[in-house]
């Protein structure tokens, strides 16, 4: 997620290969995929050795084989293709690295995130660790600059990492929540609400992240279209979010899970 009219490069942990590939290799593939699966070529970055689409969604090479045998989305908003199985996932716990700890308004804003789910009464639960009885586990980590990254669930399971920038930290605790509970969204599966059009939370000249072959699946009871400050899922974000669900982020997270 990004701050307003401004474009994060967050920096990530090494890209996980087997042995014996070339990871060069490995996201050059990423990349081709992702280009044959619809995403525009502005819209996919390499950072640190990693492949982001939509700005801020680690792509995986699984995952970039998995959209393609995914099938096409619609044209509309909102979720993925690849959804978290809740038949196995119940328990999410967050894990906090101690560097993430030392940032108190990181820390604080990861708690109101887990609450904001919790809440909801879903068929998932956050719980932030270290703790018993996960079902999948969900690493958060630092990055550098404002903003965060995380990517889409693959094989049924929530994306396994959070990057936050530590430059929240001097934002208020509800910017930093907000942020949060953005990049887990991504994690269990959702789009950004204006994928279509991303100047309407981010400014500047309009630009398309495409379905993607991940899908960009219009969620029963939501609007199809995005707003300034619509959205916890906006693709930016403002120095003036409250951290809290929108209506149509309350109708989108009951309706999934």
Same mark, same amino acid.
């Given at each position: ?138 690493? !958060?980590?630092?990055? @550098?600059?404002? %903003?965060?990254? &995380?990517?889409?669930?693959? $094989?049924?399971?929530?994306? #396994? =990492? ?43 000249? !309009?630009?398309?992240? @495409?379905?993607? %072959?991940?899908? &960009?699946?219009?969620?029963? $009871?939501?609007?199809?279209? #995005? =707003? ?30």
């Amino acid at each position: 997620m990004l701050k307003k009219a401004a474009v994060l490069a967050v920096s990530c942990g090494a890209l996980l290969v087997g042995c014996g590939t070339d990871p060069e290799m490995e996201n050059q593939e990423i990349i081709a995929n992702l280009v044959e699966a619809g995403y525009q070529a502005d819209d996919i970055k390499v950072v640190d050795g990693a492949v982001y689409a939509g700005r801020d969604a680690h792509v995986t090479l699984e995952a970039s084989r998995e959209m393609l045998q995914a099938g096409e989305g619609t044209e509309e908003q909102y979720r993925t293709n690849n959804l978290i199985n809740t038949s196995v996932v119940t328990t999410i716990c967050i894990n906090p690295t101690a560097q993430f700890n030392r940032y108190a308004n990181l820390s604080a804003g990861l708690d109101l995130a887990i609450e904001n789910y919790n809440q909801r009464n879903l068929a998932i639960r956050f719980v932030r660790g270290p703790a018993t009885g996960c079902t999948a586990n969900i690493a !958060a980590k630092t990055a @550098g600059g404002t %903003g965060g990254s &995380a990517g889409f669930p693959s $094989g049924g399971l929530p994306y #396994g =990492t959070i990057n936050i920038g530590t430059g929240l930290n001097k934002y208020s605790v509800d910017v930093n929540e907000h942020v949060i509970t953005h990049e887990l969204g991504h994690c269990i599966g959702f789009r950004h609400s204006d994928y279509y059009n991303r100047s309407i939370s981010c400014g500047g000249s !309009a630009s398309n992240e @495409g379905d993607a %072959g991940i899908g &960009a699946i219009l969620i029963p $009871g939501t609007p199809s279209t #995005g =707003t300034l400050g619509g959205s916890i899922m906006n693709s930016c974000f403002r120095s003036t979010e409250t951290g809290e669900w929108s209506s149509s982020d309350i109708t989108s997270l009951d309706y999934l899970y």
